[in-house]
């Protein structure tokens, strides 16, 4: 096992990673920048390297000053965390140049799968299904109009290299296929240099339900069940449960078996996450993508698999076997998380840095079990710089109504003042009848409108 | 094949000046106690990932080395790390200070606008975008003139104008860089009357 550890990240996973190493005996090095250095979650470090300045490009994204500083402090690995690196395949290339170990897949496994095209080729070679689309990339635009008048209107051209919505077009009709397409290929070539498309059925209210893996290096692949992540915004993941409201039994154990056996068919190592979209309609599950990373919402899955993800992710990385069968892997209960930001909802979810004069988190106020996965305390100020993410809840119950009420009433006593956070969205999503129901989706936040003001 | 290099951070410490690690790295090639420092000279070397970088002594900084660069060989640094403190030469103290404030100094009652909140700044809404405007140009008011990046989240930046104000005005001067790091109330751009 390694006796250091890099982690090349900030706040909440670099705390959460550091917990895992200590678990494991194992010391945590983190990167800090600047304006972190000085921070409570910073100082619980065995020690800190500062990078750079504030600015994230001039600290957490080089590449080359994250893998000199793991090696000048003796560390023998390294934990992306979220963000930032994780996804970085010339950075898991540059540390297995330099003798450290990356805590994620191959480098060509990352590539693989940060292209759109390539990563649903390779999910269906391993035997997901796709959203029905053209197959491959378009040669042109009466390809286009070919395939749509096939799988009907409306659909999505979406470029091969694309990211953020660039390069996307929602197309109706024929007519706006014809103008879309000209002016997807054209943005996608000026912001990314490659103007190849492909297009997909569009799926409106679906579900967005993501499966847990875990591999190691001896070819084992384990799920640990499906999260449910539709409550969103512009994409941004705010309240995730697990199990899915929208699953029985059934399509529980065959959607986590089929993700588990396409990992492997991958080779897949280490933690990983596939993205599926329900059809509103059919109830079909089709992959969206592939992510090859911790994911900010593992923790639900912890709490009903009994499994720590981040010491098995470490565990793996250093060639230990998975120790469970996938038959010891059982749901216990229901999970939910709520993402505190600090965001201000009744104001299009401005971002609000400042100083964060009360901060105090509910403790055992039942009727489940609550954990909080935070970096921050009461006295901190929040910078500017970095992505607003406070705090997660989580909230753990023998059922989902008793998950709901526990986190019901964390909401209810958390006091978070000086900057404004994201809790009356999460408490008015908590109340709506569409949310306790379970019937709800990506195509809007129950019992939220978005002018509403408290 | 001239070597990569790397300018020295510089920090005012009272009398002193701070010459700074400007990255991580193993620091080695330290120039010896009571040396003289000036402008362009090699200060030692950063190993980074195997590859050497010369550390350049910055503009306008003079000095004789105190410490502690000679006892920090072969040892790793951080960004920030000091390396070097300087004593100010006689002349030197009654010079030029460091430059270590690039605002550029605004006049009380110059026409600027200012920062709504703490971010960065940027002039154009993508890299490979034109900026919003240029100097020279006209401007009305709900016009865009930037983008605020505060966490990741962008948001433009318009001209409200103000009462009292000139009816047609022009951008005169960006006061806030392409990308720069902003205060909430720092002035972004002087305008003048057209």
């Keep these: 096992m390694f006796r250091r550890l890099f982690i090349a990240n900030r706040g909440e996973v670099a705390v959460r990673v550091a917990r895992a190493a200590r678990s494991l005996g194992i010391s945590p090095v983190c990167a800090v920048s600047q304006s972190d250095r000085e921070t409570p979650w910073a100082s619980a470090m065995d020690e800190v390297v500062c990078l750079g300045p504030g600015n994230p490009e001039l600290s957490y994204l080089r590449v080359e000053a994250a893998v000199q500083a793991a090696l000048q402090t003796g560390c023998a690995a390294l934990h992306p965390g979220w963000g930032f690196l994780a996804e970085n ?52 635009v009466d390809e286009a109009l070919e395939v749509a008048a096939r799988i009907g209107y409306p659909v999505m051209i979406k470029a091969d290299a ?26 996608a070539m000026g912001a990314f240099g490659n103007g190849d498309l492909f297009l997909e059925k569009c799926l409106q209210n679906g579900r967005h339900i993501e499966v847990q893996i875990l591999g190691d290096r001896w070819g ?13 915004r512009k994409h941004q993941k705010l309240i995730e449960e697990s199990p899915s409201p929208a699953l029985d039994q059934q399509q529980r154990e065959e959607l986590g078996t089929a993700a588990a056996q396409a990992a492997a068919a991958l080779g897949y190592v280490g933690a990983g996450t596939i993205e599926f979209l329900m059809d509103a309609e059919s109830g079909d599950l089709h992959f969206m993508e592939m992510n090859t990373r911790l994911q900010v919402e593992h923790g639900i899955s912890e709490c009903i698999t009994g499994v720590d993800i981040v010491r098995e992710q470490i565990r793996v990385a250093a060639g230990e076997k998975l120790e469970q069968a996938q038959e010891d892997i059982t749901v216990s209960g229901h999970a939910i998380e709520c993402r505190i930001n600090a965001e201000d909802p009744t104001r299009n979810f401005q971002p609000t840095p400042g100083d964060l004069t009360r901060f105090q988190v509910p403790r055992d106020l039942g009727p489940g079990s609550l954990r ?79 002018q509403q003001v408290s | 094949m001239s070597r990569p290099t790397l300018e020295l951070l510089v920090q005012r410490h009272g009398d002193e000046l701070w010459l700074n690690a400007p990255a991580v790295g193993l620091f080695t090639d330290a ?10 000279d090699a200060a030692g070397v950063l190993m980074i990932l195997g590859r050497a970088h010369d550390l350049l002594v910055p503009a306008q900084v003079q000095g004789r080395i105190q410490g502690p660069g000679p006892e920090l060989v072969r040892q790793p640094v951080d960004y920030g790390t000091r390396v070097y403190c300087l004593s100010l030469l006689e002349d030197e103290l009654s010079g030029t200070e460091p430059n270590d404030s690039p605002n550029i100094a605004v006049d009380e009652k110059a026409l600027v606008l200012k920062s709504p909140q703490t971010g960065r700044f940027y002039h154009r809404a993508s890299p490979t975008d034109e900026p919003f405007i240029s100097p020279g140009d006209r401007i009305h008011p709900g016009q865009a003139i930037g983008m605020i990046e505060v966490m990741k989240t962008f948001t433009t930046v318009a001209f409200s104008g103000d009462e009292g104000w000139p009816t047609r005005l022009r951008l005169k001067v960006w006061l806030a860089q392409d990308g720069a790091e902003v205060t909430q109330g720092e002035a972004l751009i002087e305008l003048e009357e057209d």
């Design chain 1, 89 to 140: 395949a010339r950075f898991a290339a540059l540390c297995q140049q330099h003798g450290l170990t990356f805590i994620g897949p191959s480098p060509s496994l990352i590539d693989s799968m940060g292209l759109k095209w390539p990563s649903k080729q390779a999910a269906r070679r391993a035997g997901l299904t796709l959203i029905p689309g053209s197959e491959g990339l378009l040669r042109d």
């Design chain 1, 162 to 187: 694309g990211g953020g919505g660039r390069g996307m077009r929602r197309c109706t009709n024929e007519e706006e296929l014809r103008a879309g397409y000209a002016q997807a290929s054209a943005e």
């Design chain 1, 220 to 232: 084992k692949v384990l799920h640990l069940y499906e999260r449910e992540c539709s409550i969103q």
């Design chain 1, 372 to 450: 909080v996965d935070t970096h921050v305390q009461e006295g901190d100020t929040i910078p500017p710089h970095y992505d607003s993410l406070m705090a997660k809840l989580i909230a753990h119950g023998k059922d989902r109504a008793e998950a709901l009420e526990t986190m019901r009433r964390a909401l209810d006593g958390l006091v978070i003042e000086g900057v404004t956070s994201t809790t009356p969205l999460h408490q008015a999503v908590l109340a709506s009848g569409e949310f306790q129901s379970g019937a709800y989706n990506t195509g809007s936040i129950p019992g939220w409108t978005p």
């Design chain 2, 31 to 40: 120039q010896p106690l009571d040396g003289l420092l000036s402008p362009g």
